[in-house]
């Protein structure tokens, strides 16, 4: 018989919790129909300011689940509270880029559908239709996760089914992942906005937005020279000179491991890219190297022994890379190598396909954003040239958008490790 360990008896506390409000809404099937002949008619504006038998349910619905909120999550007494919503329409492709909510106390949405994926596409095995994920807010708590440890996850995602509402706070970053189907996946998305009493002189609530105010508020200047930066965050930029040839060497070997191991993305970790002894895999671990060493000479004033771990990436059309930061490592980088063109809207699109976007590492820092304002945006996106590399804090959460062109996007990603402890 196999001796069992007796653990010691201990408790789990579980201060500052994420809490998430998740209901199928009972009744949905009864309006759905009618919600969706709403989006039809392409109604702008807040949709909770229309009188409409739909709309007043989903305004009661949702009302019933902020009281449950405040009354069991919160032990809050006397809040009042007002909802905004927008009606929204999603065709195929169509996604919500990452961002959080401003000014807003909860946020949420509500499924009126969830339309099927298309069938006969190609896409990779972590790409998700319709999928609401939420980005864990606890600044380097993902750093050292451990496979199994539900409490390190960096994302949770929540698949759309018919009339599920998901509730959550503002300020957490989040992003809807592309609609995969032929049919439009219709949603609302809310704002619960908290009231902050009654103003005696103008005789109403004063809400809690005060992203409200930006478009009015002055434009930002830019800092005075005497103002100090402190905990920048750092990004390298550099372009490689006469890539052309060794590119498309390097595409014809990532397209040819490809077709050997259809997962090669997804399953990054089973080989070290770099291993290589091909002359353009060499030809580029050259460059990220002495990118490295430069970055390290220039910023760090500690001497210590790092590898690089290296793996490419082929994105189809359809495919994305969720939010996420690489664990257990220094930096990391990416290197362009075959970029489609931007489809569609081309380079002056919201958010052009396939680009890179970086969450602000700084918590609760875009709550309270004004218009104009540099550095309150909480996202920065970048759609770089073939040929760019780019190099930044492994701690820093970030996404891919998804590749909405015909021709593979193709990069080679990187991480900087340390070998030996650092000082404290």
Same mark, same amino acid.
């Given at each position: 018989?196999?001796?069992?360990? &007796?653990?010691?008896?201990?408790?789990?506390?579980?201060?500052?919790?994420?809490?998430?409000?998740?209901?199928?809404?009972?009744?949905?099937?009864?309006?759905?129909? &009618?919600?969706?002949?709403? +989006?039809?008619?392409?109604?702008?504006?807040?949709?909770?300011?229309?009188?409409?038998?739909?709309?007043?349910?989903?305004?009661?619905?949702?009302?019933?689940?902020?009281?449950?909120?405040?009354?069991?999550? !919160?032990?809050?007494? *006397?809040?009042?509270?007002?909802?905004?919503?927008?009606?929204?329409?999603?065709?195929?492709?169509?996604?919500?880029?990452?961002?959080?909510?401003?000014?807003?106390?909860?946020?949420?949405?509500?499924?009126?559908?969830?339309?099927?994926?298309?069938?006969?596409?190609?896409?990779?095995? %972590?790409?998700?239709?319709?999928?609401?994920?939420?980005? %864990?807010?606890?600044?380097?708590?993902?750093?050292? *996760?451990?496979?199994?440890?539900?409490?390190?996850?960096? $994302?949770?995602?929540?698949?759309?089914?018919?009339? #599920?509402? !998901?509730?959550?706070?503002?300020?957490?970053?989040?992003?809807?992942?592309?609609?995969?189907?032929?049919?439009?996946?219709?949603?609302?998305?809310?704002?619960?906005?908290?009231?902050?009493?009654?103003?005696?002189?103008?005789?109403?609530?004063?809400?809690?937005?005060?992203?409200?105010? +930006?478009?009015?508020?002055?434009? +930002?200047?830019?800092?005075?020279?005497? #103002? =100090?930066?402190?905990?920048?965050?750092?990004?390298?930029?550099?372009?490689?000179?006469?890539? &052309?040839?060794?590119?498309?060497? #390097?595409?014809?070997? $990532?397209?040819?491991?490809?077709? =050997?191991?259809?997962?090669? !993305? !997804?399953?990054?970790?089973?080989?070290?890219?770099?291993?290589?002894?091909?002359?353009?895999?060499?030809?580029?671990?050259?460059?990220?190297? &002495?990118?490295?060493? *430069?970055?390290?000479?220039?910023?760090?004033?500690?001497?210590?022994?790092?590898?690089?771990?290296?793996?490419?990436?082929?994105?189809?059309? *359809?495919?994305?890379?969720?939010?996420?930061?690489?664990?257990?490592? @220094?930096?990391?980088?990416?290197? @362009?190598?075959?970029?489609?063109?931007?489809?569609?809207?081309?380079?002056?699109?919201?958010?052009?396909?396939?680009?890179?976007?970086? +969450?602000?590492?700084?918590?609760?820092?875009?709550?309270?954003?004004? %218009?104009?304002?540099?550095?309150?945006?909480?996202?920065?996106?970048?759609?770089?040239?073939?040929?760019?590399?780019?190099?930044?804090?492994?701690?820093?959460?970030?996404?891919?958008?998804?590749?909405?062109?015909?021709?593979?996007?193709?990069? $080679?990603?990187?991480?900087?490790?340390?070998?030996?402890?650092?000082?404290?």
């Amino acid at each position: 018989m196999d001796e069992v360990t &007796e653990f010691p008896k201990f408790s789990i506390l579980s201060p500052w919790p994420t809490v998430i409000n998740r209901h199928v809404a009972s009744g949905h099937e009864n309006y759905a129909a &009618e919600i969706t002949g709403l +989006a039809e008619q392409a109604v702008d504006g807040d949709v909770f300011a229309l009188d409409h038998p739909a709309v007043n349910w989903l305004r009661k619905t949702i009302d019933a689940r902020i009281k449950a909120y405040f009354d069991t999550a !919160t032990k809050a007494t *006397g809040c009042s509270w007002r909802v905004e919503g927008r009606l929204i329409t999603r065709g195929m492709n169509e996604f919500q880029a990452m961002n959080n909510r401003p000014g807003s106390y909860l946020t949420g949405v509500f499924c009126v559908n969830a339309p099927a994926r298309k069938a006969g596409l190609k896409l990779r095995n %972590d790409s998700d239709t319709n999928t609401l994920t939420l980005v %864990d807010p606890r600044l380097g708590m993902n750093m050292i *996760g451990i496979s199994g440890d539900p409490y390190t996850v960096q $994302i949770w995602k929540i698949p759309a089914e018919p009339g #599920l509402m !998901t509730m959550w706070p503002g300020y957490i970053n989040h992003w809807m992942t592309p609609n995969q189907s032929d049919e439009p996946f219709v949603l609302v998305r809310f704002d619960v906005l908290i009231g902050e009493g009654d103003d005696k002189e103008e005789g109403h609530t004063t809400w809690n937005r005060l992203a409200v105010l +930006a478009p009015d508020a002055p434009a +930002a200047k830019k800092p005075d020279e005497g #103002l =100090q930066k402190i905990w920048p965050t750092l990004f390298v930029k550099r372009h490689l000179d006469d890539c &052309e040839d060794w590119n498309s060497q #390097l595409a014809v070997l $990532i397209n040819d491991m490809e077709k =050997q191991n259809p997962d090669l !993305t !997804t399953n990054s970790w089973l080989e070290n890219f770099f291993d290589r002894q091909e002359a353009p895999v060499a030809w580029l671990r050259d460059r990220v190297t &002495e990118t490295v060493a *430069g970055y390290l000479e220039e910023f760090v004033d500690f001497d210590f022994q790092w590898r690089i771990e290296c793996w490419p990436n082929i994105n189809h059309t *359809g495919d994305y890379h969720a939010p996420h930061m690489h664990g257990w490592c @220094y930096l990391s980088g990416t290197y @362009y190598l075959e970029l489609p063109p931007a489809d569609p809207g081309g380079d002056d699109a919201d958010v052009p396909s396939g680009a890179i976007n970086f +969450a602000d590492p700084r918590p609760g820092i875009n709550i309270v954003s004004v %218009d104009g304002d540099p550095y309150s945006k909480p996202q920065f996106f970048m759609r770089p040239e073939v040929g760019t590399m780019l190099l930044w804090p492994s701690s820093l959460m970030h996404n891919v958008y998804p590749n909405l062109a015909k021709e593979n996007r193709i990069t $080679i990603s990187f991480n900087v490790v340390v070998n030996g402890p650092l000082p404290c």
